[in-house]
């Protein structure tokens, strides 16, 4: 006696079309954090970052966009979007707070080797968190990648196809 | 097992007329670990013999009745006092009053009904055994011996396919195919995964087996989920117009028939959880319910062979003899 044997062909699939399959994908976002520069003087200095951003996903009204953002701003970025999305926001590199107290045997928050692992931890962020569905609709990503400078008093809002 | 050593004592035990031909089959028991027990379908008569078996040879041994039952019963974990019987047969075998040597008893449940496919799962069980009792004033002497019953169906008439389209709006657009809404429990599960748009970056696809255990009613329902399997179906990052295969062999799978709603107490029901997981590791998923049922191996004997059998009862006949071997070639053939 034999089992009927089940058919496993494969089931019928359209063949895809060549400037698809060889073109550009669609999903492509990069994001850079990098050349770290301190500004001011004394007790007032901070550190901006440059946040460079490449993208072909229509939600993004610029393709290419560059400017620069200190730590705050990406502060700012995460409580917002805390706030305002169901995302599960990951955290930021640490505040190190104590690398601002005094009387330090290196340069504290300016440290070239505290700054180098602060910009990566920011660019893993900013990689997580741009690639996500429902943070793209959010208006204070927009604003924080490519607007000049970050509005704090802003609307919050939601963000549809460009 | 009675402490005091005076008195008189017995064994009991059941044996089936069948079961040197009776086949088994294997279940899990509560622990975990899978058994061999006789494999019975619906409508079967059950019938066999229990032996009591005197411990002291030559002292009596007084009785309130000796019976033998037949029961299918569904036990609640969390409700272990109540069991809820859906079969119970009973059949007596000796009156009360004493047997003074080890003695044989007949038994048959004629062409039983065994509506449900035995199961033992997280939260229920539901299971087929028959019970001897010698009944006693104190303590009763009892043996239970389980048996497995499978419920079989035959190839459904309407069997449609899954097709759907889902997505997120913007970011990712997918249809998927499977081949059939109903597979039986060796069958093979064909389909396909199409994109449409993606613009999120996917790093692989996986497609999962879900078993959904209910148990309650009403407002204090519990559902278990187990992850039965889970079967990688693309590694890398796709484009539009791309398609995906599925090839998913169930036999390899600890996989039981749907159940719905077994006699108002439980249900157990499959699903396909086809999971894409990107970069960040975030998981998009779409659940999709599938119908399992158990097709039968049994093979359809032949009008001269079922002659062969009746023909049995009359023992030793020449014609039942070659009615057999006629039969026996004809299935070989």
Request: glycine residues 6%.
């Amino acid at each position: 006696m034999a089992d009927a044997i089940a058919d496993t062909r494969r089931l019928y699939t359209k063949p895809q079309n060549l400037n698809d399959a060889y073109g550009p994908p669609s999903n492509f976002l990069e994001i850079d954090v990098s050349n770290p520069e301190t500004v001011g003087v004394g007790r007032t200095r901070y550190t901006t970052y440059e946040v460079r951003l490449k993208t072909n996903l229509p939600i993004f009204k610029l393709k290419e966009s560059c400017v620069r953002r200190r730590y705050s701003d990406f502060e700012w970025l995460r409580a917002e979007l805390e706030r305002e999305s169901k995302v599960v926001v990951p955290p930021l590199p640490g505040k190190a707070l104590f690398r601002q107290l005094p009387f330090r045997g290196d340069d504290g928050i300016f440290d070239d080797s505290f700054i180098e692992e602060r910009r990566q931890g920011l660019e893993q962020f900013l990689n997580k968190v741009a690639g996500h569905p429902l943070a793209q609709n959010e208006r204070c990503l927009h604003m924080f990648l490519q607007d000049e400078i970050v509005d704090k008093n802003y609307t919050p809002s939601k963000v549809r196809q460009a | 097992m009675s402490f005091f050593s005076f008195g008189q004592s017995a064994e009991i035990d059941v044996v089936l007329n069948d079961a040197e031909t009776r086949k088994k089959a294997e279940h899990k028991t509560e622990d975990g670990k899978k058994d061999k027990y006789f494999l019975f379908y619906d409508g079967e008569t059950v019938s066999g013999k229990v032996n009591v078996t005197l411990k002291n040879p030559g002292k009596r041994l007084e009785h309130h009745g000796i019976k033998i039952e037949f029961v299918g019963q569904i036990e609640l974990y969390y409700d272990r006092g109540n069991h809820h019987e859906f079969v119970s047969l009973v059949k007596d075998l000796a009156r009360p009053g004493e047997i003074t040597q080890s003695q044989t008893y007949d038994f048959e449940f004629t062409h039983v009904e065994k509506p449900y496919e035995s199961y033992t799962g997280q939260n229920v069980k539901l299971r087929y055994f028959l019970r001897a009792t010698v009944i006693r004033r104190l303590n009763d002497i009892t043996k239970e011996m389980d048996i497995v019953v499978h419920t079989l169906s035959t190839y459904p008439e309407l069997n449609s396919s899954i097709k759907m389209e889902v997505g997120i709006e913007d970011c990712l657009h997918i249809e998927f195919e499977y081949n059939k809404s109903k597979y039986h429990l060796k069958d093979v599960i064909v389909g396909k995964i199409y994109f449409l748009l993606v613009r999120i970056k996917i790093k692989h696809m996986e497609i999962d087996i879900i078993k959904r255990e209910t148990t309650g009613t009403g407002p204090s329902v519990y559902h278990e989920n187990d992850t039965i399997a889970k079967y990688e179906i693309m590694d890398g990052a796709p484009v539009r117009g791309e398609s995906i295969p599925i090839r998913l062999f169930l036999a390899g799978y600890d996989l039981t028939p749907t159940m719905r709603d077994i006699n108002k107490k439980f249900s157990v029901r499959y699903y396909l959880n086809l999971v894409l997981i990107d970069e960040e590791e975030r998981r998009y998923f779409k659940q999709q319910e599938i119908t399992l049922w158990r097709k039968g191996d049994v093979v359809r004997k032949s009008m001269s062979h079922q002659a062969a059998i009746a023909s049995q009862r009359f023992e030793g006949s020449a014609a039942s003899e070659s009615a057999l071997e006629q039969a026996a070639k004809e299935e070989s053939g």
